[in-house]
């Protein structure tokens, strides 16, 4: 079974709808995080959070909200969502007592009509 | 404005030759260093990490460290075509929260 898993993995929806992707991981990290991926702009970050009840901005967290409901759970909402907003999420994981490295979850590829 | 820089490819080599992969950072504070390398549809997968000055060296992978000109390289000896992929560079500055900032990729394509 992954370490990290995704769902959905696949997600059309319409302009205005709101949407949640959820994580979830059973590697033990306390810290996840949320990308996104556009083309040539490699990964951008959306939301971080260190631990439970811990929530920080990312660098293009407007539009976005997330929500820590365990340790291992990490859910990212487009409260509604916009074309622009099409793209491959991505989640990841990783250990604060650690080697720093982040481990990714599969993606959702996200189409907003 | 960018902080971590990559000439986005593609960058095609003949099988079996070096592939010479270039990332530059701007945050003279950041302090570890990473490569991952992404399939086209898949999730980026850690190869090399490093973090002090100098060489570091995995299977066929070279990580090159130069904090003082701020770049960071990949060596890929002995490519070969599943090596065709996007490689990703990415850095951590612990000061300013251990964020992991991302280069656009370099696009690699092993020609037979």
């Known amino acids: 079974d992954a370490d990290v898993t995704q769902t959905p993995r696949n997600r059309i929806t319409k302009t205005g709808k709101r949407i949640m992707l959820e994580c979830s991981q059973t590697?033990?990290?306390?810290?996840m995080y949320w990308y996104r991926q556009d083309p040539g702009l490699g990964l951008r970050l959306i939301y971080y959070?260190?631990?439970?009840?811990?929530?920080n901005k990312g660098e293009i967290s407007d539009g976005y909200s997330v929500s820590r409901q365990a340790q291992a759970k990490f859910s990212l909402s487009l409260e509604s969502a916009i074309p622009n907003q099409t793209a491959l999420y991505f989640c990841?994981?990783?250990?604060?007592?650690?080697?720093?490295?982040?481990?990714f979850g599969p993606g959702t590829r996200l189409l907003v009509l | 404005q960018k902080e971590v820089e990559q000439n986005s490819g593609p960058l095609s080599v003949p099988e079996g030759a070096i592939a010479s992969l270039n990332c530059t950072y701007s945050?003279?504070?950041?302090?570890?260093f990473f490569w991952y390398r992404q399939y086209s549809g898949k999730s980026p997968e850690l190869i090399m990490s490093?973090?002090?000055?100098g060489d570091k060296e995995d299977g066929r992978f070279t990580a090159q460290l130069n904090k003082a000109s701020q770049y960071v390289s990949l060596l890929i000896r002995d490519s070969q075509p599943s090596d065709s992929a996007t490689y990703l560079c990415?850095?951590?500055?612990?000061?300013?929260?251990?964020?992991?900032?991302f280069g656009g990729g370099t696009r690699v394509l092993v020609k037979p």
């Open positions: 990841a994981t990783s250990d604060s007592s650690g080697s720093e490295t982040q481990y």
């Open positions: 945050d003279r504070g950041s302090q570890s």
């Open positions: 590697k033990g990290h306390d810290r």
């Open positions: 959070s260190f631990d439970v009840k811990d929530i």
């Open positions: 990415a850095v951590i500055d612990k000061a300013a929260g251990n964020k992991l900032t």
């Open positions: 490093i973090y002090s000055n």
